[in-house]
């Protein structure tokens, strides 16, 4: 939900924020192990792709989901979650605030 309010309030800037969400939604879909599982990316870039919140959303839950992260090996995997909903949601609240300071209709 976080990531995906923080595009939608690039609408308070841009005329169309559909642009910047289809480009988004490719980022995440690829990054996140939808398209291509991350266990197949190389080696070096694995823990890069890890680190990053698109993991959190797709891969995460897949794993937890096939039984293929079992245990105390869950832990490390929710709490990414938790951090990155906190980050993502913490960003969006002051993305929000800078953005109502000053608020322009287009076309009335």
Do not use: H
């Amino acid at each position: 939900f976080g990531w995906r309010f923080l595009l939608n309030l690039s609408a308070f800037w841009t005329t169309d924020a559909r642009g910047l969400g289809s480009l988004a939604l490719a980022a995440t879909m690829f990054l996140g192990g939808f398209i291509v599982p991350i266990r197949y990316f190389p080696d070096w870039l694995q823990p890069w792709v890890l680190a990053l919140p698109f993991a959190s959303i797709t891969q995460t839950p897949a794993d937890l989901f096939v039984e293929r992260v079992q245990g105390a090996d869950m832990l490390p995997l929710l709490l990414g979650q938790v951090a990155w909903a906190i980050v993502l949601l913490g960003l969006a609240q002051l993305v929000t605030i800078l953005a109502t300071r000053r608020v322009v209709f287009q076309g009335g």
